[in-house]
């Protein structure tokens, strides 16, 4: 079975440095993998994903992700944080060994400190 | 209609009485899913509609728990005699075709169900 492990669940950082949110899957076969975010009261929100090709995906408002087949990892980075990226961060990964639907991981809360 | 819209935003019910949540899917998105979110975990996946027929209904707790999506457009998720542990905010999301593949999901805001 499909499954997707986000070993923080609090991420810290100041506004201007790097961030990265860290993912991990487990899939019989290949993955598509996703990221999605969730503000306060609001809906989650697509930021990108890996279907196939370059390991070095990019996404919304700035973000990317680097897919690690021999690690089974998926992080999300930004460049830059700002205080606005503060939010809830799920990662989510399909199998397509498997005719399942989207699993999600538990969440990371990235704060961005001014 | 432009987004996902999921009502009521909010719903405060007693142990033991019966609840329906609505969705409303983008336009012409054919799936639609409905997906469980407890606090501090992340979206639990409970059932799949591919057009009027649940295409995947393995997430469903429980026989206390039922969806419908008659017309292949809205969708109710129906649970009966409510027990605290339901409490949840309760996630319909909608793509424009099935859940095989890369489609990306679009999230309504949720259904806050909270079972005193």
């Known amino acids: 079975a499909q499954s997707v492990a986000q070993p923080e669940d609090q991420v810290n950082v100041a506004e201007g440095n790097p961030l990265t949110v860290k993912c991990t899957y487990s899939v019989s076969g290949n993955p598509y993998l996703f990221w999605y975010v969730q503000y306060p009261n609001r809906g989650l929100q697509f930021l990108l994903k890996?279907?196939?090709?370059?390991?070095l995906v990019k996404g919304s408002y700035g973000f990317e992700a680097e897919f690690t087949k021999s690690q089974t990892a998926f992080h999300l980075k930004k460049p830059s944080a700002l205080v606005s990226d503060s939010a809830l961060y799920f990662c989510a990964v399909r199998d397509l060994a498997e005719n399942t639907p989207l699993v999600f991981g538990k969440g990371t809360r990235l704060s961005v400190i001014a | 209609g432009a987004g996902v819209s999921q009502t009521p935003s909010n719903k405060v019910t007693e142990k033991g009485k019966y609840v329906e949540l609505r969705c409303d899917p983008i336009?012409?998105?054919?799936?639609l899913y409905w997906y469980r979110q407890s606090l501090g975990q992340g979206p639990e996946f409970l059932i799949y509609f591919q057009g009027t027929g649940a295409a995947d209904d393995s997430g469903l707790p429980n026989d206390r728990f039922f969806a419908v999506r008659p017309e292949g457009s809205v969708s109710t998720l129906k649970i009966q005699r409510t027990e605290r542990g339901d409490s949840a905010v309760y996630l319909c999301?909608?793509?424009?075709?099935?859940?095989?593949?890369?489609?990306?999901?679009?999230f309504g805001a949720g259904s806050r169900l909270t079972v005193l």
């Open positions: 999301a909608s793509s424009l075709q099935g859940a095989t593949g890369a489609n990306v999901l679009t």
């Open positions: 890996y279907i196939t090709g370059d390991n």
């Open positions: 336009s012409g998105h054919t799936a």
